[in-house]
């Protein structure tokens, strides 16, 4: 006997407040703080204009390789007695980046906040980065990155990447570098990137209850011997759709499945059609109930699970759709994607399907945002992109209240399923044929190694 359900409705989308946000200059920097009246816990996140995008061409990874360093002593203390401090505070050190910015961040009880802080600081101003260490880390990055792209995916991601923005352009090339440009760097590469970025003020970031919180004395202690002006931002970087559809085949000798990454480029963060973009997006691929899962997985049977969304940081975005099929029915997943991609381009979307995917969104906005690390990581989003205060506070309102015509003009603007970049990570010597029969585009080999 086969049961057979409805799939359920959207449920009403919970409302939410952000809470109040205070902006300060002090001692050189800035101080973006939110007001958590009652919470003991504390959040305190130091945010640099230190992205992956500041790194230079042939040096990517610099910042992953510099985000271990800082756990292994200051000019201070050493790797042990700078471990121990911060585990004495019941806390650690988080650093990681991403295209737009550095973080590191400490979360701790209220009444050690200033004490964390100034460990934080420690660690990012003055570190040991001794050259052994940083030669450890290093070669512990270039390893880790090794066994990441043996397997399915990094090297489609890349290849995708290199053919949107250029590989000859730092957005062209993988976030956190490859095993050959890990690998390739030196301790004073470190150091360099070190003094060009880190000794700048930045911005502290802080959430907590702000009664019990010295917000000056908390900035003095994360900006004492900083210095150095802001830095150029660049505008937004202008890269028009592809003339026409290719496939780009990355040969993955025997493997069983096909690794699929399509995409295009699409507007930066602050563009004014983020929210329709956004909602356009999950109709598309950013939910289990999207457009793409529903055909590709429940109807076809082609695969697991396959997504699309819009991504973008504060110059440049894309549009990407991801997958793993068995290899016998990569080219009918790709003509299916391709079409389901087109429809929504040409059609835009339907009130039922926009109903879920607005109160789902808007929904989100409850549940995630309750933390101080959430909103910790909602301040930098407000600093990075050059946000109002308010930009959370409007955010549901603002997804509640897009239409059908908003969401689908999106769509219709900001699709380019003829100019999709298709990427395939398989057995060339079982897929070529079937691909190139497919009409969807000229077939170009990447090139053999960890850059393409």
């Known amino acids: 006997m086969t049961l057979i359900t409805a799939r359920p409705g ?47 061409v042939g ?52 009444d050690r906040l200033h004490a964390a802080v100034e460990l934080l600081a420690e660690a990012v101003r003055a570190p040991r980065l001794d050259p052994a260490d940083v030669t450890r880390v290093r070669d512990d990055e270039a390893t880790a990155l090794r066994m990441d792209w043996a397997n399915p995916g990094p090297r ?12 000859e352009n730092r957005w062209g090339r993988p976030m956190y570098g490859d095993p050959d440009s890990v690998a390739g760097l030196d301790v004073e590469d470190v150091r360099v990137f070190h003094s060009e970025w880190f ?39 202008q890269t028009p759709p592809r003339a026409e559809r290719r496939i780009i085949l990355v040969d993955r000798p025997g493997s069983v499945q096909s690794t699929l990454r399509l995409g295009h480029p699409s507007p930066h963060r602050a563009h004014p059609d983020h929210v329709p973009m956004t909602l356009a997006g999950t109709v598309l691929g950013g939910a289990f109930t999207s457009r793409l899962n529903h055909l590709i997985r429940e109807v076809r049977g ?12 504060r110059r440049f975005g894309r549009f990407a759709v991801s997958s ?85 003009a999106a769509a219709a603007a900001h699709l380019h399923a003829d100019s999709l970049t298709l990427v395939v990570e398989g057995d060339a010597a079982v897929i070529r044929d079937e691909l190139a029969a497919s009409g969807l585009g000229d077939i170009v080999d990447a090139a ?5």
């Open 156 to 167: 489609a991601d890349a290849a995708l990447r290199a053919d949107l923005f250029g590989a």
């Open 302 to 313: 082609y695969t697991y699970g396959i997504r699309g969304d819009f991504a973008s940081s």
């Open 324 to 408: 793993g099929v068995q290899t016998a029915v990569t080219a009918p997943a790709l003509v299916e994607s391709v079409g389901e991609i087109a429809r929504t381009q040409s059609g835009g979307v339907t009130e039922e399907e926009l109903a879920v995917a607005r109160s789902w969104r808007a929904g989100q906005l409850s549940v995630e945002l309750q933390t101080p690390r959430a909103i910790a990581s909602a301040l930098t989003t407000l600093v990075v992109h050059d946000l109002p205060d308010d930009y959370h506070a409007r955010l549901r309102e603002a997804l509640l209240a897009a239409d059908v015509e908003q969401v689908s």
């Open 59 to 110: 040096k990517e990874g610099l910042g992953g390789v510099l985000a271990k360093a800082l756990e292994e002593g200051t000019a201070q203390r050493d790797a042990a007695a700078y471990a121990l401090a911060v585990e004495g505070l019941g806390t650690e050190l988080v650093a990681g980046l991403d295209w737009d910015s550095f973080q590191v961040s400490v979360q701790v009880p209220v």
């Open 448 to 452: 053999p190694g960890a850059r393409r």
């Open 10 to 56: 959207p449920g009403a989308a919970r409302p939410y407040r952000f809470p109040p946000v205070v902006r300060r200059t002090v001692a050189g920097g800035r101080v973006v703080a939110a007001h958590l009246p009652g919470q003991n816990l504390a959040v305190a996140l130091l945010l640099l204009d230190a992205g992956a995008e500041r790194e230079p």
């Open 199 to 237: 000794i700048r003020p930045g911005t502290l970031i802080v959430a907590g209850d702000l009664d019990r919180i010295d917000l000056d004395a908390l900035a003095v202690a994360a900006f004492a011997g900083t210095g150095g002006g802001p830095v150029e931002r660049g505008g937004p970087i």
